[in-house]
Nanobody, 118 residues
Framework: QVHLVESGGGLVQAGGSLSLSCVAS????????MDWYRQAPGEQRDLVAR???????TYTNSVKGRFTVSRDDAKNTMYLQMNSLKSEDTGVYYC????????????WGEGTQVTVSS
């Protein structure tokens, strides 16, 4: 079983920055992709950013140019640097990892709250 633990959330004013971390209980080399999802109050959980094992990154349009996702497999950690934060970035941010063995396994963290005040 893989456990993912997020940290770094908090309250920040619009225009500010936050950095999130997600630490895995196993080597992240097992995870072909690691993602950050966001769930705003009353909304569904949506993909924000993804980084694959080979370092390819993708972002949802609303965060392009403001957020940067990265991973350090030596530290079993994924990061999300969030700059120029907006009120619409508010939500619970979840770490997600995908592992392929004989089947596809996906793992979720418990989430960390990010609140951006306008």
């Amino acid at each position: 079983q893989v456990h993912l633990v997020e940290s770094g959330g908090g309250l920040v004013q619009a225009g500010g920055s936050l950095s999130l971390s997600c630490v895995a209980s196993v080597s992240t080399l097992r995870l072909i992709a690691m993602d950050w999802y966001r769930q705003a109050p009353g909304e569904q959980r949506d993909l924000v950013a993804r980084v694959t094992k080979d370092g390819t990154t993708t972002y949802t349009n609303s965060v392009k140019g403001r957020f940067t996702v990265s991973r350090d497999d030596a530290k079993n950690t994924m990061y999300l640097q969030m700059n120029s934060l907006k009120s619409e970035d508010t939500g619970v941010y979840y770490c997600h990892g995908v592992e392929i063995t004989s089947r596809i396994n996906d793992y979720w963290g418990e989430g960390t709250q990010v609140t951006v005040s306008s």
